[in-house]
């Protein structure tokens, strides 16, 4: 069974830097593209950053660009989130989930599991 754990997330100042994993478990995490999520307070969930399955390629959103790296661990199965120079904005439930195959997609319903979320707060 998919398993997906987020931790990392915390309380931050504007400027900031935090750094998220995910580790999964339950699946051939070298054969799935992974993606992280974000849900603020009364939005959408929103696809933040996204990498295939041998990190080949990766998707940033805009607002993200320059400031969060997405990378991955194939050999300890675990997925992770640099994310630097934070900002209020940012601040959000951030979950990890699994695609359906190698490749990313950028529809949040080509990503069948998810895990629970760290929460990212970021405030002065």
């Known amino acids: 069974q998919d398993r997906l754990v987020e931790s990392g997330g915390g309380l931050v100042q504007p400027g900031g830097s935090l750094r998220l994993s995910c580790a999964a478990s339950g699946f051939n995490f070298d054969l799935y593209s992974m993606g992280w999520f974000r849900r603020a307070p009364g939005k959408a969930s929103e696809l933040v950053a996204a990498i295939t399955s041998n990190a080949d390629n990766s998707y940033y959103t805009d607002s993200v660009k320059g400031r969060f790296t997405i990378a991955r661990d194939n050999d300890l199965n675990t997925l992770y989130l640099e994310m630097k120079d934070l900002k209020p904005e940012d601040t959000a439930l951030y979950s990890c989930?699994?695609?359906?195959?190698?490749?990313?997609?950028?529809?949040?319903?080509?990503?069948?599991?998810w895990g629970q979320g760290t929460q990212v707060t970021v405030t002065s």
């Open positions: 989930a699994r695609g359906q195959g190698p490749l990313f997609s950028l529809a949040p319903h080509s990503y069948p599991h």
